[in-house]
């Protein structure tokens, strides 16, 4: 196996490595924690492998590794042999892409914040979360947008990079938290987009492309 992953199947950061994963056709070992209503991820043992208490944790080679911005990279790294996920050569591109990935962690305190009320009935300060997450979607139309001019389909460059991996999660499952899609046509597009990749797997909240397709097609 290539790496260990503690895993839970609703999180939207979890989804993020196992989404990698399937792109990149990598088997790993998935270890299910008991997240809710369990708060297992609060336990002794997984407080010990990660003090900040969240999902996912990645074990790899002789690394723990508890944010999936470094889980991401170190992916992209290892099996990504085109180099193109993490151009690491091209200071300007993963300058930007590390910009998206801070980016995503914001996706993490808004939207999925704001799911974790409407799901688990989290405790949150709701309107906050939504009107930040409205601003975050906003930020990422414009981007969209600006590529889509260029030609592009991407957030960073002409092909995708770990930066759409980190944002796609919260962004697609944005109607969970009752924030629709129909008033951001470029994000419409790049969802598809990313569901359209090979390799691209689901998770509870997400269709597969072909899913939505008519009878016959
Ligand atoms: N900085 C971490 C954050 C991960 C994170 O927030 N994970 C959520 C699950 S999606 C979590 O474990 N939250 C703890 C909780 O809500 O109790 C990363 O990017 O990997």
Known sequence: MSFKLYNYVLSGNCYKVR?????????????AVDFHPGQE???????????????????ADDLVLTE???????MASKFDSDNTWWPATDAAKTAAIVQWLGFS????STIGE????????RDVKIEKALADGI?????????????GLRGGAWLV???????????????????????????????????????S???????????????????GD
Not at 114 to 121: D, F, S, V
């Open 135 to 147: 601003v975050a979607l906003r930020r990422i139309e414009a981007q969209l947008t600006e590529q």
């Open 157 to 195: 460059g002409e092909s995708p990079t770990i930066a759409d991996i980190a944002c796609f999660p919260y962004v697609a499952l944005a109607p969970d938290a009752g924030l629709e899609h129909d008033d951001y046509p470029a994000i419409r597009n790049w969802l598809y987009a990313i569901r």
């Open 68 to 74: 999936t911005s470094a889980m991401l990279i170190w």
């Open 41 to 59: 991820h609060k336990s002794d043992d997984l407080m010990q492998l990660n003090p900040a208490g969240t999902l996912p944790i990645m074990i």
């Open 105 to 108: 962690s914001d996706l993490t």
């Open 19 to 31: 989404l990698f994963a399937g792109v990149l056709g990598i088997n790993y070992d998935s270890i």
């Open 197 to 215: 990749l090979s390799g691209f797997v689901t998770m509870p909240g997400i269709h597969e492309v072909h899913e939505l397709r008519n009878e």
């Open 114 to 121: 704001a799911r974790l009320h409407t799901m688990l009935n």
